[in-house]
């Protein structure tokens, strides 16, 4: 991700990602494309789940949502936001959480837990889905 978001500016990241339904697109897109399989019993076949752009398998019944395994994993923030400061961190790793808490409205001290999240992904202290590790060596683009 950290490629995909260096290359846009900020005008094409706000129409790229206007709404939390654009967000989730991107992750199911990015996380299963067309080969989903069952984390639980490697089953293959889905049908859509109960929250949006989530999976559900059709063998042994368990969900999988699109922010699951990813940094985005039960973010406590709208996902708009969260994309916003991955999306600030990515273009900039020094950005202040001061500037980010000021340029999204949120509390600084949730700004600095998700910038904290997103800085370890990207120098590859958590294990999460590989592509969404955020750094380019990781993430196989």
């Given at each position: 991700?950290?490629?995909?978001?260096?290359?846009?500016?900020?005008?094409?990241?706000?129409?790229?990602?206007?709404?939390?339904?654009?967000?989730?697109?991107?992750?199911?897109?990015?996380?299963?494309?067309?080969?989903?399989?069952?984390?639980?019993?490697?089953?293959?076949?889905?049908?859509?789940?109960?929250?949006?752009?989530s999976r559900r398998c059709t063998r042994c019944k368990s969900?999988?949502?699109?922010?699951?395994?990813?940094?985005?994993?039960?973010?406590?923030?709208?996902?708009?936001?969260?994309?916003?400061?991955?999306?600030?961190?990515c273009h900039d790793p020094e950005v202040s959480t001061y500037k980010i808490?000021?340029?999204?409205?949120?509390?600084?001290?949730?700004?600095?837990?998700?910038?904290?999240?997103?800085?370890?992904?990207?120098?590859?202290?958590?294990?999460?889905?590989?592509?969404?590790?955020?750094?380019?060596?990781?993430?196989?683009?």
């Amino acid at each position: 991700m950290k490629s995909y978001f260096k290359t846009m500016g900020e005008a094409e990241f706000e129409k790229c990602f206007p709404n939390e339904e654009s967000c989730l697109e991107f992750l199911a897109n990015k996380k299963w494309g067309e080969d989903w399989v069952c984390k639980k019993c490697g089953n293959t076949n889905y049908c859509k789940g109960k929250k949006p752009y989530s999976r559900r398998c059709t063998r042994c019944k368990s969900e999988e949502s699109a922010t699951s395994h990813t940094v985005f994993h039960n973010v406590r923030i709208p996902l708009k936001k969260a994309f916003k400061i991955a999306f600030m961190v990515c273009h900039d790793p020094e950005v202040s959480t001061y500037k980010i808490s000021d340029n999204i409205h949120t509390r600084q001290m949730t700004c600095w837990k998700f910038k904290k999240r997103i800085m370890e992904c990207m120098e590859g202290k958590k294990k999460l889905v590989p592509f969404l590790q955020i750094d380019g060596r990781t993430t196989g683009e």
